[in-house]
C-alpha cells in the first residue's frame, strides 16, 4: 500500500536549498536509524518491533500493541488464497479479465503498483487481457496491488479470511475488509449524506468501525456489478485530502507484532501448514527467492511490507544456508515525512544486517532492551 502518487509529487515542490537538505538527509543509508526512531517513538507506544532469531526471542518493544498494518496484512489474504487453493475451492488458473480488476482500481492512490504488476506481465502469463488467479495473487504481494487484493477478498470470502484470523489463533487482529472500497466513503457521504466538506473530517472521525467497514464491503460488491467511471473516480481522488487519508490510515486493520511475529513463525519453520499449502503459498510469499543472489545463502525467505503518508510496517522470515532462522516484524505509525522517508531508505539495509550480521544483532539486541 504505497503513499498517494499525488502526495509524492507533492514533494516536487520543494526546491532550492531546502530539497538538496531533504534529499540529502533522506538519501544517506544509515540502517542504524531505526534503532535511533525506535528510541524516540517507543513511549507513545507508535512504534513496535519483534525480532526472533533461531527460535529465541531478541528484540520486543511494544509487541503486544496493536496498530495499523498498511499492505502488510495482505499476508493473511496470501496465506487463504493457498489454504483454498490446496483444498480444492479454488482453482488457481482460473482466467480472470484484466478489466474485471479494474473495477477496483482508482488511479493515483497506489503509487503505481497495479499499472506496474501488470506492466510485469509477460505473454506467458496473460492472454487475451486475462491472468490467472495465481498472478492475481502474486501480484497483490510482490507488487501491492490494492486492487488485487479487493477482488480477491471477493473471491475468497471476507468470512473465511477473517476466520482464519481465528485459526491461526491472532489476539489482537482486526477484521480484514476491502481498502479500496473505503476510500470511497468520503465521497458516498458527501453524496448521498449531503454532508459538507466542512463537516466531512468529523462525519468520518466520529463513524463506528463497524459501520465504516460494512460501508467499505457494500461499496466493493457495487463495483463488481456496476464499476465507477474514470469521471467519478477523478472525482473521488480529489476529495482525498491528507486529512481524510489520515482517516483512512488510522482505520486500516490493525494488529500487534506479537500476532504478526506468530505467522512469521509458521511460515519459516513449515510445519503449521501442509505441504499442499506452501506449494502455492511460497511462490507468492517468497518472490524474492528468484533473485540468484539470495540463492546463494538463503535457504528460503519471504516478506511483505506497507506504507501509507504515515505509517510503515514489515513483516519477513528467513532461513540461511547455514540453518539459521530470523523472524523480524516491524510497525511504525504517526510518522513525519521526513521519517517515512528515512524508514523507507534504510529499513531493508537494518534487516539484511539483522539476518547476516552478528555484531549488529548484539548491537540491536542490546540498544532496545533499555
Same mark, same amino acid.
Given at each position: 500500500?504505497?503513499?498517494?502518487?499525488?502526495?509524492?509529487?507533492?514533494?516536487?515542490?520543494?526546491?532550492?536549498?531546502?530539497?538538496?537538505?531533504?534529499?540529502?538527509?533522506?538519501?544517506?543509508?544509515?540502517?542504524?536509524?531505526?534503532?535511533?526512531?525506535?528510541?524516540?517513538?517507543?513511549?507513545?507506544?507508535?512504534?513496535?518491533?519483534?525480532?526472533?532469531?533461531?527460535?529465541?526471542?531478541?528484540?520486543?518493544? +511494544?509487541?503486544?500493541? #496493536?496498530?495499523?498494518?498498511?499492505?502488510?496484512?495482505?499476508?493473511? $489474504?496470501?496465506? #487463504?488464497?493457498?489454504?483454498?487453493?490446496?483444498?480444492?475451492?479454488?482453482?488457481?488458473?482460473?482466467?480472470?479479465?484484466?478489466?474485471?480488476?479494474?473495477?477496483? !482500481?482508482?488511479?493515483?492512490?497506489?503509487?503505481?503498483?497495479?499499472?506496474?504488476?501488470?506492466?510485469?506481465?509477460?505473454?506467458?502469463?496473460?492472454?487475451?487481457?486475462?491472468?490467472?488467479?495465481?498472478?492475481?495473487?502474486?501480484?497483490?504481494?510482490?507488487?501491492?496491488? +490494492?486492487?488485487?487484493?479487493?477482488?480477491?477478498?471477493?473471491?475468497?470470502?471476507?468470512?473465511?479470511?477473517?476466520?482464519?484470523?481465528? =485459526?491461526?489463533?491472532?489476539?489482537?487482529?482486526? *477484521?480484514?475488509?476491502?481498502? $479500496?472500497?473505503?476510500?470511497?466513503? *468520503?465521497?458516498?457521504?458527501?453524496?448521498? #449524506?449531503?454532508?459538507?466538506?466542512?463537516?466531512?473530517? =468529523?462525519?468520518?472521525?466520529?463513524?463506528?468501525?463497524?459501520? !465504516?467497514?460494512?460501508?467499505?464491503?457494500?461499496?466493493?460488491?457495487?463495483?463488481?456489478?456496476?464499476?465507477?467511471?474514470?469521471?467519478?473516480?477523478?472525482?473521488?481522488?480529489?476529495?482525498?485530502?491528507?486529512?481524510?487519508?489520515?482517516?483512512?490510515?488510522?482505520?486500516? *486493520?490493525?494488529?500487534?507484532?506479537? =500476532? !504478526?511475529?506468530?505467522?512469521?513463525?509458521?511460515?519459516?519453520?513449515?510445519?503449521?501448514?501442509?505441504?499442499?499449502?506452501?506449494?502455492?503459498?511460497?511462490?507468492?510469499?517468497?518472490?524474492?527467492?528468484?533473485?540468484?543472489?539470495?540463492?546463494?545463502?538463503?535457504?528460503?525467505?519471504?516478506?511483505?511490507?506497507?506504507?501509507?503518508?504515515?505509517?510503515?510496517?514489515?513483516?519477513? !522470515?528467513?532461513?540461511?544456508?547455514?540453518?539459521?532462522?530470523?523472524?523480524?516484524?516491524?510497525?511504525? =505509525?504517526?510518522?513525519?515525512?521526513?521519517?517515512?522517508?528515512?524508514?523507507?531508505?534504510?529499513?531493508?539495509?537494518?534487516?539484511?544486517?539483522?539476518?547476516?550480521?552478528?555484531?549488529?544483532?548484539?548491537?540491536?539486541?542490546?540498544?532496545?532492551?533499555?
Amino acid at each position: 500500500m504505497k503513499i498517494f502518487l499525488w502526495v509524492l509529487l507533492a514533494l516536487g515542490i520543494v526546491s532550492g536549498i531546502g530539497f538538496w537538505l531533504f534529499h540529502n538527509l533522506v538519501g544517506k543509508e544509515n540502517p542504524e536509524y531505526i534503532l535511533k526512531l525506535m528510541d524516540e517513538k517507543a513511549k507513545d507506544g507508535k512504534i513496535a518491533m519483534a525480532i526472533n532469531f533461531n527460535d529465541e526471542n531478541m528484540v520486543s518493544v +511494544n509487541a503486544n500493541s #496493536e496498530l495499523p498494518l498498511a499492505s502488510t496484512m495482505k499476508i493473511v $489474504v496470501a496465506i #487463504e488464497f493457498s489454504r483454498q487453493a490446496a483444498e480444492g475451492k479454488l482453482d488457481p488458473n482460473q482466467e480472470v479479465s484484466l478489466r474485471e480488476l479494474e473495477h477496483f !482500481y482508482i488511479p493515483n492512490t497506489d503509487g503505481e503498483a497495479h499499472p506496474a504488476w501488470i506492466k510485469s506481465l509477460d505473454a506467458s502469463k496473460k492472454s487475451d487481457s486475462a491472468v490467472s488467479l495465481y498472478e492475481v495473487a502474486k501480484g497483490m504481494i510482490g507488487y501491492s496491488s +490494492n486492487a488485487n487484493t479487493d477482488y480477491l477478498m471477493d473471491v475468497l470470502g471476507l468470512e473465511n479470511i477473517n476466520n482464519l484470523l481465528n =485459526d491461526l489463533e491472532l489476539t489482537t487482529h482486526d *477484521p480484514l475488509y476491502p481498502i $479500496v472500497g473505503a476510500l470511497y466513503i *468520503p465521497l458516498q457521504l458527501l453524496h448521498e #449524506e449531503q454532508v459538507t466538506k466542512d463537516f466531512l473530517l =468529523d462525519e468520518l472521525q466520529g463513524m463506528e468501525m463497524n459501520e !465504516y467497514r460494512e460501508r467499505a464491503i457494500t461499496i466493493s460488491k457495487e463495483w463488481k456489478a456496476n464499476p465507477l467511471s474514470s469521471e467519478k473516480k477523478e472525482e473521488m481522488v480529489k476529495n482525498l485530502g491528507m486529512d481524510i487519508q489520515r482517516v483512512w490510515s488510522d482505520r486500516l *486493520p490493525g494488529s500487534s507484532a506479537n =500476532d !504478526y511475529m506468530v505467522i512469521m513463525e509458521k511460515l519459516n519453520n513449515k510445519e503449521y501448514f501442509s505441504e499442499d499449502v506452501h506449494r502455492y503459498l511460497d511462490p507468492i510469499m517468497e518472490q524474492l527467492m528468484e533473485n540468484s543472489a539470495n540463492q546463494q545463502w538463503l535457504e528460503h525467505a519471504g516478506q511483505k511490507g506497507g506504507s501509507t503518508a504515515f505509517v510503515l510496517t514489515m513483516a519477513m !522470515y528467513a532461513t540461511d544456508k547455514q540453518g539459521n532462522k530470523t523472524e523480524m516484524v516491524f510497525l511504525a =505509525d504517526d510518522l513525519s515525512r521526513l521519517q517515512q522517508q528515512k524508514l523507507s531508505r534504510n529499513i531493508n539495509s537494518f534487516q539484511l544486517r539483522i539476518l547476516r550480521e552478528e555484531a549488529f544483532r548484539e548491537k540491536v539486541k542490546e540498544e532496545l532492551a533499555n
